[in-house]
């Protein structure tokens, strides 16, 4: 079993990503609005303002969606669906795709779905 992180910098691409999941089994996944360390520190701590300029880009948000997956086959297909949507992780404004192996776990997957 695997936990799948991905943090979506184009917000545009979230019910596509959230809707191919749902077509591959993976239910229960939790999407998180989130914000950019550099934009707090630039918004609420004043000695940081200079870093306004060396911003790389003009996101300061994203989504962060995680799930679990069980078959490890599922995450490759995952992979090529989107990327036949052109949403494509390769491109690093598109934002960034992981999986952890999960050690241990306590619950029931009924929970999370």
Same mark, same amino acid.
């Given at each position: 079993?695997?936990?799948?992180?991905?943090?979506?910098?184009?917000?545009? +691409?979230?019910?596509?990503?959230?809707?191919?999941?749902?077509?591959?089994?993976?239910?229960?996944? %939790?999407?998180?609005?989130? %914000? #950019?360390?550099?934009?707090?520190?630039?918004?609420?701590?004043?000695?940081?303002?200079?870093? #306004?300029?060396? #911003? #790389?880009?003009? !996101? /300061?948000?994203? !989504?962060?969606?995680? /799930? %679990?997956?069980?078959?490890?086959?599922?995450?490759?297909?995952?992979?090529?669906?989107?990327?036949?949507?052109?949403?494509?992780?390769?491109?690093?404004?598109?934002?960034? +795709?992981?999986?952890?192996?999960?050690?241990?776990?306590?619950?029931?997957?009924?929970?999370?779905?």
């Amino acid at each position: 079993m695997k936990i799948l992180v991905i943090i979506l910098n184009k917000e545009k +691409f979230l019910d596509d990503i959230l809707s191919t999941m749902v077509e591959l089994g993976i239910m229960g996944a %939790t999407v998180i609005e989130s %914000t #950019r360390m550099s934009e707090i520190l630039i918004r609420e701590i004043p000695i940081f303002a200079g870093l #306004r300029e060396m #911003r #790389r880009s003009s !996101r /300061a948000y994203n !989504r962060v969606i995680i /799930a %679990t997956v069980e078959e490890k086959e599922i995450i490759p297909e995952l992979l090529r669906l989107l990327k036949e949507m052109n949403i494509n992780f390769s491109d690093p404004e598109m934002g960034v +795709f992981f999986t952890i192996p999960i050690e241990d776990f306590s619950g029931s997957m009924d929970e999370l779905e």
